[in-house]
């Protein structure tokens, strides 16, 4: 038999796949270390009211919700009606509201209160 010949193409191709082998197992030992760290949860949380109310005009109501679909990290006590923020940052909260009885020039105003 005789030799073969080994191109300088065959070489490169040899040096790309090592060094990515080698950023395989770089970035699966990273994975690795990452697994190893626990994060704690966001605070994510979704309660509603599943009854009807009845507000009296020029009346704060204070609402009560009645139902916790979810709280990640228990942070909404359904008894007092609070959410504690457990770390400073920015806070969504979306309301929705929906009234049966609404007469021509009536205004809503919603608040949200903090202590």
Same mark, same amino acid.
Not at 78 to 94: A, E, K, M, N, Q
């Given at each position: 038999?005789?030799?073969?010949?080994?191109?300088? +193409?065959? @070489? *490169?191709?040899?040096? &790309?796949?090592?060094?990515?082998?080698? =950023?395989?197992?770089?970035s699966?030992?990273?994975?690795?270390?990452?697994?190893?760290?626990?994060?704690?949860?966001?605070?994510?949380?979704?309660?509603?009211?599943?009854?009807s109310?009845?507000?009296?005009?020029?009346?704060?109501?204070?609402?009560? +919700?009645? @139902? *916790?679909?979810?709280? &990640?990290?228990?942070?909404?006590?359904? =008894?007092?009606?609070?959410f504690?923020?457990?770390?400073?940052?920015?806070?969504?909260?979306?309301?929705m509201?929906?009234?049966?009885?609404?007469?021509?020039?009536?205004?809503?105003?919603?608040?949200?209160?903090?202590?």
């Amino acid at each position: 038999m005789g030799k073969k010949k080994v191109s300088i +193409f065959s @070489v *490169l191709l040899f040096i &790309v796949a090592l060094l990515g082998l080698g =950023t395989g197992v770089y970035s699966l030992y990273n994975y690795q270390q990452l697994v190893g760290q626990v994060e704690s949860p966001k605070p994510l949380t979704r309660a509603f009211v599943d009854t009807s109310y009845s507000m009296l005009d020029t009346v704060w109501v204070k609402i009560d +919700f009645d @139902v *916790l679909d979810y709280d &990640v990290s228990g942070d909404f006590n359904l =008894t007092t009606d609070r959410f504690i923020c457990p770390t400073g940052g920015y806070y969504l909260i979306s309301v929705m509201l929906t009234f049966s009885d609404m007469q021509d020039g009536e205004t809503i105003r919603v608040g949200v209160f903090s202590e």
